[in-house]
């Protein structure tokens, strides 16, 4: 943020305030596969909150700590994907999962694991 400061001439307060402004913007690297779980209102009242907590526990990350330690995945809640008929929803990367529950989320996440250890 600094280097982009000093060339743009501004503050890096001001970088800063952008950076943390945008949720396309992050201050710390992301996984591999970037796993993201609507908590809109459609996925919340059908139940998304149990899908978060296994895969959290899967993955051994938290509200504070979203990505695993090998960088493999990055677990992140939003306010929509905008897919509220197939809620809930979930997408890794940019393949839209509908209608999930904790265990295919899981089962999801465990094929990632076994074709990256190939």
Known sequence: M???????????ARV???ATFYA??????KGKYVVRLCDGTACH????????EAIRQRLGVSEKRKTT???????????CLG?????????????VHGQMTPQH???LLD???HKEAQ
Do not use: M, W, Y
């Open 2 to 12: 600094t280097f982009v400061a000093t060339s743009l001439g501004i503050p890096p």
């Open 16 to 18: 800063f305030g952008v």
């Open 24 to 29: 396309h913007f992050a201050l710390e690297p």
């Open 45 to 52: 009242v059908k139940r998304s909150e149990p899908i978060l």
């Open 69 to 79: 330690p090998d960088q493999l995945f990055t677990v992140e809640t939003v306010a």
């Open 83 to 95: 897919a509220c008929g197939l809620a809930p929803a979930l997408v890794i990367n940019e393949d």
């Open 105 to 107: 989320a899981v089962e």
């Open 111 to 113: 094929e990632i694991v």
